[in-house]
């Protein structure tokens, strides 16, 4: 049988997740906010068709959305990573090998199902996620992951479809790959597409055939697969395993400006701490921490400042305890007392490169770290939350959760209806 890779993604996944616990949301725009409830990341067709732009900053659009009636969400991103969890959960049901490409969208190896087939269990496919997660979805099928790509954007635009468009049928091929835009390609962006349209590709077909050593010259290797990509060659294989996390970060934006050093310091904690939660999850750890905070370019006419600085420890570690005390150090060594007009800090974060597995790293002969001490300490720790919610027990330099002034704002999100006790749906007799 000839291989068939689809993606499956949610429409408007953020939205689809609020209208899952809300029916009285079907047919009427609905919008999610970023953090700090900043602008517009997922819009239903309805706020689509209002003019609602992706990114659109909800200062600007706020007046609009209320006289259009638009329901504006804070992310409730807890609910969304479960329900991504679940839809997942329901795709491997239905094939043998499934990739997560991000929290809406999963390729599957359908290269089992006979080509008659196909088509019949993506409609299936989209029909069970739909019963029983309330997430609509569509499909695209084909022959490589580039063209399965491909198939799920024509599917999500042509309602004629019904949710699944299948390129690994020929007819279907010929007839989409000649109408359809080359700028619609997964991986073609605003400089790769000025390039392509220089050479006088107009359509996904003209790039297909176009010879592969110009195209490599023009936008690398890259672009070469690409065309290997669409005449059903795969060059783009399933990753089954999840790579190795290289690096970790952990940054917010403050719900307000922040002047003090002693709420700074107590900010970068709480972000020190979740980054350890993090690495402990994966069995990973890290010998240097990058520390950041810095004031805001829309603050006009307040003074400027940005701070980076890498504070390094004696032996790579995961303890949130030592990623804390980096961490601190790092606000401690950059800080600077403000003169009459002090600055008023929008972001802080920590970053982190060159993880390594801990059970690998070499130990310190100076300062070595307590990992026999820390390390139940932290399984104590992680095991609390995880049992009674995160947040249920902190480290003190981080600030109690439910007093930390600083912390992004969220005052339009919903419950966490499928992870949070108190948050579970009450039907009334």
């Not at 496919?125 to 022959?143: K, N």
């Not at 900010?267 to 069995?283: C, F, N, Q, S, T």
């Not at 002090?342 to 597995?357: F, N």
């Not at 009674?388 to 600083?406: F, H, I, P």
Request: glycine fraction near 8%; charge should be positive; include cysteine.
């Amino acid at each position: 049988m000839s291989r068939a890779i689809a993606l499956i993604d949610g429409n408007s996944f953020y939205c689809s997740c609020e209208r899952v616990f809300d029916p009285k949301l079907a047919g009427k725009p609905v919008i999610v906010l970023s953090n700090n409830d900043g602008c517009a990341i997922a819009r239903t067709a309805e706020a689509k068709a209002l003019g609602i732009k992706m990114g659109a900053p909800y200062f600007q659009i706020r007046d609009m959305c209320r006289a259009e009636g638009v329901r504006v969400f804070s992310s409730n991103y807890t609910l969304y990573g479960d329900m991504s969890a679940r839809t997942n959960a329901v795709y491997r049901d239905f094939a043998r090998d499934v990739e997560i490409y991000s929290i809406d969208e999963s390729f599957l190896d359908l290269s089992d199902v006979r080509e008659r087939d196909r088509f019949a269990l993506a409609q299936d496919l989209r029909a069970t996620v739909r019963a029983w997660t309330g997430i609509p979805t569509c499909v695209g099928l084909g022959p490589t992951k580039t063209l399965a790509k491909l198939a799920n954007h024509i599917a999500k635009t042509v309602p004629d479809l019904g949710g699944v468009c299948d390129l690994t049928d020929p007819v279907q091929y010929d007839h989409w790959l000649c109408r359809i835009h080359v700028g619609e390609l997964w991986g073609i962006g605003r400089a790769s597409l000025a390039k392509l349209e220089a050479m006088g590709v107009d359509s996904v077909a003209d790039l297909r055939d176009l010879d592969p050593r110009p195209v490599r010259k023009a936008l690398t290797v890259v672009g070469e697969r690409m065309i290997h990509e669409l005449r059903g060659l795969s060059c783009l294989p399933l990753e089954l395993v999840p790579a190795r996390r290289k690096g970790c970060a952990v940054t917010r934006s403050f719900s307000g400006r922040v002047s003090d050093r002693a709420t700074l310091e107590e900010a970068v904690a709480a972000h020190a701490a979740r980054l350890g939660e993090k690495l402990r999850r994966d069995g990973l750890g890290t010998d240097q921490v990058t520390v950041f905070y810095h004031t805001s370019e829309h603050d006009r006419g307040e003074p400027m400042r940005s701070v980076s600085t890498v504070v390094s420890l004696p032996e790579a570690t995961n303890d949130s305890l030592a990623l804390i005390k980096a961490a601190t150090h790092g606000v401690a060594k950059t800080w600077r007392e403000p003169g009459q007009v002090p600055w008023r800090y929008s972001k802080a974060g920590v970053i982190t490169i060159d993880l390594v597995p801990l059970a690998e790293s070499p130990r310190a002969l100076i300062g070595r770290l307590d990992r026999e001490r820390s390390a139940p300490l932290m399984a104590a720790l992680d095991a609390c939350n995880a049992r009674w919610g995160r947040g249920a027990v902190v480290l003190a330099r981080a600030g109690l959760s439910t007093k930390r002034d600083w912390n992004t704002k969220f005052e339009m999100r919903t419950p966490r209806y499928t992870t949070q006790v108190s948050d579970l749906p009450v039907a009334c007799a």
